[in-house]
């Protein structure tokens, strides 16, 4: 029986709905359940042309995907269920991001949607870099987006079966300038072409969603920022010395922790605190958001 329906302003798609739900059966009789919480969702990053595609395909060990040499072949997110190590992951492969949205137009604006729609249900992401080329600044804004939507991540660098001894030093060089502030992020090398090194993406994505998921004790984090203030107190400002009264991790996914101060901490010192964080309590492969309370003393 044929069902009459507008696409365009929906009529009739409720009833085509309805009609589709009676059929369906409760259970797959194909796919096997899904285990409980669900697979972690892994989104692919990058700018266009970088191996995204490439990679989901090697780790799935088939072709997947469309692959070709000619940038910006993928434009809408591609989900697959891959088995990695016995266990199940959710790869999204993306479009790659070519600059800022509000800079976009046509196709590319509304890939850069969906990639940003992607991005923000999945929980970590795998930011892809072109080893055989110079880091870009596209290549940063992608990391900080990532940082941004306060998502666990893993630098990839691609293509690394094109990287002569030459280039591997430049590339640390380049790295290491360009996200100076990223050095929390595991990094791994390898070649989607080949599959080289592709088995240790797993590992890395344990460790930044450990990180991502890790939650401190009240007692803990006010121990150890007891001590941190004592050895190392804020500077003078101005004749006052802002201080930490009491901390607390509000939430995880990602790390969140709010200061309560008597002033306004520094940026120098709350990037301080954050480094000191990350060297007790690793937070490995995750953005930590420091944000603060001021209490103002009343007077008498």
Do not use: C
């Amino acid at each position: 029986e044929p069902f009459a329906v507008s696409a365009l302003h929906g009529r009739g798609t409720g009833d085509l709905l309805d009609a589709v739900m009676e059929v369906l059966p409760e259970e797959s009789a194909v796919a096997s359940a899904l285990p409980e919480g669900g697979p972690r969702r892994v989104a692919l990053l990058g700018r266009p042309n970088v191996g995204k595609s490439s990679l989901l395909n090697a780790l799935a060990g088939s072709e997947r995907v469309v692959v070709n040499e000619l940038a910006g072949t993928t434009r809408d997110p591609v989900d697959e269920l891959v088995e990695l190590d016995g266990r199940l992951w959710w790869f999204v492969d993306t479009a790659g991001i070519r600059r800022k949205m509000h800079k976009t137009t046509g196709a590319d604006y509304y890939a850069s949607i969906r990639t940003q729609a992607a991005l923000e249900k999945a929980e970590v992401a795998l930011v892809l870099f072109d080893g055989s080329a110079p880091l870009t600044e596209q290549d940063v804004r992608v990391v900080q987006q990532v940082v941004d939507a306060g998502r666990a991540l893993v630098i990839v660098t691609n293509k690394w079966d094109l990287v002569d001894e030459e280039r591997q030093s430049a590339l640390k060089a380049e790295i290491e300038r360009e996200l100076v502030q990223i050095s929390w992020a595991p990094r791994i090398n390898l070649s989607a072409k080949t599959s080289w090194h592709t088995n240790r993406i797993t590992r890395a994505l344990d460790t930044a969603l450990n990180g991502w998921d890790t939650r401190i004790p009240t007692g803990r984090l006010n121990a150890f920022l007891g001590q941190l203030v004592a050895a190392h107190p804020h500077p003078l400002r101005g004749g006052k010395q802002p201080r930490i009264l009491f901390a607390t991790q509000v939430s995880s996914r990602p790390p969140r922790f709010v200061l309560f101060t008597t002033g306004f901490l520094d940026p120098a010192y709350r990037r301080f605190i954050e480094r000191r964080l990350r060297e007790e309590f690793g937070f490995e492969g995750t953005p930590i958001q420091l944000s603060m309370r001021v209490r103002e003393r009343k007077r008498k």
